[in-house]
Every structure is written in C-alpha cells, then in structure tokens.
C-alpha cells in the first residue's frame, strides 16, 4: 500500500522530476509537530516561545491529528493518486492553523474533516483492493475519524485518546500485515490477529467502562507479541545499511509497544497520573516515532520524490529517542519527576536531530541527482 517496505524487498518509487507541490502540506505536518513537542515541553515547565506555551493544552491534538494525521493523508494520496485525496491533509493541516490562531471549535472540526477524507480514500483502496492489510488500514483510519469527531463535539482528550491511540497502532499494524506476504503467517496466527484487532476495537466501543482501557492495553501487548514474531524485520535485520536501519528501528518499537500496552494493562489510563504518562508516551515515542525514523528515508521519496540515500547518522537520533524514551518511563516509575522531564527535553532534542538529519540526507541526495544529471 504505502511506499514504507521497499527496504524490505519492495521497488522504490521512482519518478523523474520532485513533487515539491506536496511540500506545503508536510511542512504544515511539521510547523504541528514542533509547535506540539514544544507545547508538551510547556507542560512539563520548561519555557518556550509564546506559541508553543499558548498552545500546552493542544499538545496532544497537534501532534496526533496535526502531525502525524497530515503526514499519513499525504502518503495514503500518494498511493491512491487521487486529487480529492489531498484534501485530507490539507484540512488536517489548516486545523492545526485553525487552533494556533485560537479558532479552536473551527480547528477540531477541520481535524475531523480531515479525517472523513483519509478514511474515505482508505475505503477507496479497500474496494479495489480487498484484503486484510487494507480492512486494518481502513479500521484505523475510522478510529482518527470517530475520535476527532467526538473532540470536536466537546469531548476531552483524555476519553478520546485511545481512538487515537488506535489510529496510529492500527496504521502501523496494518501497513507491517501487507509484508506477511513475504513471510506468511499461519491460519492460527492470522486468526490470532484478527482476535486481537477486535479485542482493541471492543475496548474502544467500551471506553467508558473501567476494564475497557485495561483490555486496549492487553490487545496492544498482545500485538507488540505478535508483530515481534511474524514481522520480516526478525530477518532483515541481519541485513546492511537502510534494510538493518528499518528492521532496527521495527524492533526497537515493537518493545515500547509491548511495554506501553503493558502498563495500560495493568494500571489503566487513568489521566494525570504517571502511568498514564508512561504509556502513553512508551506508545506515542517510543513505538510511533520510531516507526517514522526508521521509514522516512523511504516515505519522503516515494511523498516529494526525491533520493534520501542512507547514512550511518541515522542512527544518531534513533538512540537519542529511545534513551529519551527510557528516562522518561523511568522517571514516570520511580516518581522522580526530573527524570520525567529532562526525558521530555531529550525526546524533543532527538525529533530536531531527526529533521535535520533528514533534511541534510534530502539535500544530499538532490546534489548527488544533480551531479547524475549532468553527466
């Protein structure tokens, strides 16, 4: 489905000319990602700039729908090729701009209209192409719409997150389930997974119930379990260069999964509370973004077109995420908040360290391009 598994085996999208005409909805993306890390860094009383800290109690909706749901619009319109498509990203963008300027009512509804679109050109895909892989995909697109929506309807955060939450381990699930191909899982083991997708979802439709959140964190425990032992990457990492990059990071995530869903598990989601900030963060950090590292180096090809050649300093703000990560759950397990904090900063020194290395790869390999050309 998405351009992601060329590293596992799959051939790179190629085309002769970059598509920088995509490059205002990602730079939307990211104008939420570093005004939503910095807003979370506000939270946990660090001082930023007035945006950012004007903008702490929208950390979570700017980097859920206003980063990381632009950024999945854009590639699931790439893949698709059509022109409605980009509509998703752009409302998910313009929501983010909808809440900075303090049009909050306005933003969370452009969120959710973003939403209704990615959800649709995922529909779009599953009646052309029926398979399991896509019915995930378009699950967790469903889940982003249903928890935008209800935001948008003046729901708090806190009872929305696990929609969200669902949105992002679904997409990840489902893109990981396209390359059982390569190593197909057994019929058990497919029957397995689908217990474990509708354990999550059942949870969901439950959410107010006090077991609900307990039982979304066993479905996500269960499925670090299973992406562990059914994804290629248990092969590929035995590889070189980009292939071992995209299985480490695969693996790295797959344990912050397990133990996020571990802690919702057992202590719940209970807001405010540090296990609550533990799994949250062990899910969002450390099991998402180290999915986004290990894959831009084959997404911004495949979005803008343009070579992003693999260099041994990818690797540099891989560690410096997941000891972030570490600190943080620490802090959050020992109540030595410090630790919590300084763990916050270092995530975020290793979100900047990973736009400037994929920045730099970028121009890399645009002059590399060039320099083919002109021979």
């Known amino acids: ?13 190629r085309s002769r000319r970059p598509a920088w005409e995509r490059l205002p909805l990602l730079i939307l993306g990211f104008v939420a990602l570093f005004v ?100 995930v995909i378009a699950l967790a697109a469903a889940c982003w719409c249903v928890g935008s929506v209800l935001w948008a309807l003046g729901e708090p955060v806190y009872r929305v997150v696990g929609w969200w939450l669902a949105f992002l381990v679904l997409t990840i699930a489902g893109e990981r389930l396209e390359l059982s191909r390569f190593m197909p899982p057994s ?20 959410w107010s119930q006090p077991w609900a959140p ?20 248990r092969r590929t990492v035995r590889q070189r260069g980009l292939t071992r990059f995209v299985a480490v990071c695969l693996l790295a995530g797959y344990f912050w999964l397990a133990l996020g869903g571990a802690v919702s598990a057992v202590a719940g989601l209970e807001p405010g509370g540090t296990a609550y900030d533990a799994a949250l963060h062990a899910l969002t950090l450390g099991f998402v973004f180290s999915m986004v590292f290990g894959h831009a180096p084959i997404i911004f090809p495949a979005v803008l077109r343009v070579p992003v050649p693999y260099h041994p300093g990818f690797y540099s703000p891989l560690v410096l995420l997941h000891l972030a990560v570490a600190l943080r759950v620490a802090g959050d397990a020992t109540g030595f908040y410090a630790w919590t904090r300084w763990g916050g900063m270092l995530a975020a020194l290793a979100l900047l360290a990973f736009v400037l290395n994929t920045a730099a790869a970028v121009l890399r390999g645009v002059r590399a391009s060039g320099r083919a050309g002109r021979r």
Do not use: K, N
Not at 1 to 13: C, E, I, L, Q, V
Not at 65 to 73: H, P, Q, T
Not at 214 to 233: F, T
């Open 1 to 13: 489905m998405d351009a992601d598994t060329a590293a596992d085996g799959r051939r790179p999208t």
């Open 36 to 135: 939503g890390a910095g807003a979370g860094l506000a939270r946990m009383g660090w001082t930023m700039p007035t945006l950012a800290a004007g903008a702490a109690a929208l950390h979570g909706p700017l980097m859920v729908c206003g980063f990381f749901g632009v950024v999945i619009a854009v590639e699931r319109a790439v893949a698709i090729r059509r022109a409605w498509a980009y509509a998703g990203p752009l409302l998910a963008g313009l929501g983010s701009l909808g809440l900075l300027l303090g049009a909050g009512t306005a933003g969370a509804w452009l969120y959710a209209g973003g939403s209704v679109v990615l959800l649709a050109a995922s529909l779009d895909v599953l009646r052309r192409q029926r398979s399991g892989f896509m019915l």
């Open 187 to 206: 019929p058990v083991a497919s029957r397995v997974f689908g217990a474990i997708v509708a354990l999550l979802l059942a949870s969901l439709l439950a």
């Open 214 to 233: 307990h039982a979304a964190g066993a479905a996500q425990l269960a499925l670090a379990v299973w992406l562990l032992r059914q994804d290629i990457a």
